[in-house]
């Protein structure tokens, strides 16, 4: 036990676990980090950061047998050869869907900070007055000036781009030089500002570094490269990943250890003592358990295995899982509604083109039911847009040869893709729970998943089709029609909830500062703590919650109420 006793513990590599990690070490906490996946290093453990497509076996695509083998993971965006080997195989790890549900997963070291999509933007504090004004969920605990501060904190050392525009639905923080719109993409916001009172158009947030500080110098990290091959690992470390930026920051202290392959199992309640005082894992490969042991614990493992490890970590005192007195550990599952598309094309600026790859899209903040209850459904969305030029393809009236390819040398038309991204409204019947019968290969049962699409949803699709088409045509977009993915709720990325904070221990699991209310010495600052979804991408809230309960954590510490 002493020679596996640290003064802190966090499980889980990723966005919010890199940031605890960073936060404990360099307030002198002797910290150790496990992680379930296999290490990944900075620059080291990118094989494909530099490569051509003619250098991979498939030119980037993904084989048949695979897609048939690994259906769910096939469906991200991101998933292609060069970056296959920052996912989770679903044959690997086997879930069971009471519903479909598509769980996209990197088990890693750094988890899905190396394949996320680095959008960042701050929730306002209609959002988190949202559940209590209208009624659903439970109040938040803390409001958005509780917050504010720690944004600004994490958003200095992550660099985050973007423009400074006075909005109170999105508020402003602390940025880097934006990316620019292109002429298309100005055309449009124009037109959309002359045509609407209640909506702003702005350029898209994201955590890459178009005009590096010296914080993020000396981490190392250099200017954003517009490559967009970032799900590979930037060579640059020009986007924030937490193997690029907070792990060596925290390997720097001198406190940090890092353990991968380790697979937790529980958190071990000590009936005698009334507290949670260590960590039971598994050894990914040898299968062999250890116990690890710390007076303060950190859960950063994302949202539905931190759900997985509490539902696991039962005892006498907490027969249904770690903290779960009220019964709602695994409930209220909430994620992010990206089922509506809206495609156009746009006449005129053929003389025009643009720079690079951009790694980011115009973004417009949520204009429904704001501040008021005004619509026939709840809540809202967030909406983005993109215009580029694209070659003309091949059609069956155009032969391969030397037209073909003159046509093709060519940029075409101007397109426009427009996107939804609706906050879903947190309910009991979305849940998740342990399989009673099933278990993976180390001893663990499987997660069983239980979330769907409800009428709000939908209407929310319905609004959004029906606006999009409308501001594309007051923009001038010609040729605009509407699409409905039918996505399975999780290939969003974003599923969150099911350890939600709050202030009645009856109705919620964590308090104000992301702490079990009733094992004070447990800390859950992922996706799982949130207790509503907001419109907003949610990564940097992750951060900013994390850093400030680090903070509550330790200061709590010193004044010996966790030993």
Not at 497 to 521: E, I, Y
Not at 529 to 543: E, F, L, R, V, W
């Amino acid at each position: 036990m002493k020679s596996n006793r640290f003064d802190a513990i966090v499980i889980g590599s990723g966005i919010s676990g890199g940031w605890a990690a960073k936060e404990l070490c360099e307030k002198g906490m002797k910290t150790l980090v496990l992680e379930r996946g296999r290490d990944v290093q900075h620059l080291k453990d990118y094989p494909t950061m530099t490569s051509a497509p003619w250098e991979m076996e498939h030119r980037n695509q993904i084989p048949r047998a695979d897609k048939l083998e690994n259906p769910v993971v096939n469906k991200c965006y991101a998933y292609k050869e060069d970056t296959q080997h920052f996912f989770v195989k679903d044959s690997e790890h086997p879930y069971v869907q009471e519903k479909p549900f598509d769980w996209v997963r990197g088990y890693q070291v750094g988890g899905k900070s190396l394949i996320w999509a680095r959008q960042t933007q701050r929730w306002s504090k209609y959002d988190f007055e949202g559940p209590d004004r209208d009624g659903f969920a439970v109040d938040w605990p803390i409001r958005y000036e509780d917050i504010a501060p720690w944004y600004s904190h994490v958003e200095r050392f992550v660099g985050v781009s973007g423009s400074y525009e006075g909005l109170e639905t999105l508020p402003d923080g602390e940025f880097l030089k934006a990316w620019e719109m292109n002429c298309v993409e100005e055309a449009i916001q124009k037109r959309i500002k002359a045509a609407y009172t209640d909506r702003d158009v702005i350029i898209g947030r994201c955590a890459h570094l178009t005009s590096p500080k010296k914080v993020h110098l000396d981490q190392g990290r250099g200017q954003c490269m517009a490559r967009h091959q970032c799900y590979r690992g930037c060579p640059f470390g020009a986007y924030f990943s937490s193997n690029s930026s907070t792990l060596p920051a925290a390997a720097k202290t001198g406190n940090l250890t890092l353990r991968p392959d380790s697979v937790v199992h529980s958190l071990i309640y000590d009936e005698t003592k009334e507290k949670v005082t260590g960590v039971q894992i598994v050894d990914r490969i040898s299968k062999e358990t250890s116990e690890y042991f710390a007076p303060v614990i950190f859960i950063n493992a994302a949202a539905l295995n931190s759900n997985l490890i509490l539902l696991n970590s039962t005892s006498n005192r907490f027969p249904q899982g770690l903290g779960n007195d009220s019964g709602v550990l695994g409930k209220y599952i909430a994620f992010h509604n990206y089922r509506g598309v809206v495609n156009a094309n746009y006449e005129g600026f053929e003389d025009k083109y643009y720079y690079g790859r951009r790694p980011t899209a115009v973004m417009m903040p949520n204009f429904r039911n704001v501040k008021k209850q005004e619509m026939d459904f709840m809540r809202g969305y967030m909406t983005f847009y993109s215009a580029g030029r694209s070659g003309f393809g091949h059609s069956p009236d155009m032969p391969f040869g030397a037209g073909f390819k003159e046509k093709n040398s060519k940029p075409g038309p101007w397109s426009v893709y427009m996107m939804m991204q609706g906050e879903t409204i947190p309910k009991e019947t979305n849940w998740v729970t342990l399989s009673p019968d099933r278990k993976d290969e180390w001893g663990i049962p499987l997660l069983q998943i239980d979330v769907s699409y409800d009428e709000n949803d939908e209407k929310i699709l319905r609004d959004f089709h029906g606006q999009g088409e409308e501001m594309l045509s007051k923009a001038g977009c010609v040729n605009i029609r509407s699409g409905d993915s039918k996505q399975a709720p999780g290939l969003d990325i974003h599923e969150m909830g099911g350890v939600r904070m709050g202030r009645d221990p009856k109705t919620s699991l964590l308090n104000g500062f992301n702490q079990l209310h009733a094992a004070p010495n447990v800390f859950v600052t992922d996706g799982a703590c949130m207790t509503s979804t907001g419109t907003q991408n949610p990564s940097i809230t992750y951060m900013a919650l994390t850093a400030r309960a680090v903070n509550y954590a330790v200061s709590e510490m010193k004044k010996g109420n966790l030993k």
